[in-house]
Nanobody, 127 residues
Framework: QVQLAESGGGLVQPGGSLRLSCAASGRTSDIYAIGWFRQAPGKEREGVSC????????YYTDVVKGRFTITRDNAKNTVYLQMNNLEPDDTGVYYC????????????????????WGQGTQVIVSS
């Protein structure tokens, strides 16, 4: 099994930045893909960004391309999501998720792929 713990959320003004962290423990060496997801009130959970072992590829949903960057520190078993130029529509609870199963391409952006989830961290973008 894998345990995930997110941190780094908070209140930020539009145009500001935050860096979210997702610390993994347990069978971390078996993780194939890790993703960041968010859920706004009254909306479905959506994929934001993900990274997989396949050539260390990274993927982003269109609305965050150029603003968000996902990176991983394998030595610390931690995945980060750097979020710049934040907008009010970025508000929501952000979750990281991990799974052992192989996934190809942007398939890692789909929540149904993942078994292991963190508890989430709240991000509020407001003036």
């Amino acid at each position: 099994q894998v345990q995930l713990a997110e941190s780094g959320g908070g209140l930020v003004q539009p145009g500001g930045s935050l860096r979210l962290s997702c610390a993994a423990s347990g069978r971390t060496s078996d993780i194939y893909a890790i993703g960041w997801f968010r859920q706004a009130p009254g909306k479905e959970r959506e994929g934001v960004s993900c990274t997989s072992r396949h050539r260390d590829m990274t993927y982003y949903t269109d609305v965050v391309k150029g603003r968000f960057t996902i990176t991983r520190d394998n030595a610390k078993n931690t995945v980060y999501l750097q979020m710049n130029n934040l907008e009010p529509d970025d508000t929501g609870v952000y979750y990281c998720a991990a799974d052992f199963a192989v996934v190809h391409g942007t398939g890692c952006l789909y929540p149904l792929h993942y078994v292991y989830w963190g508890q989430g961290t709240q991000v509020i973008v407001s003036s």
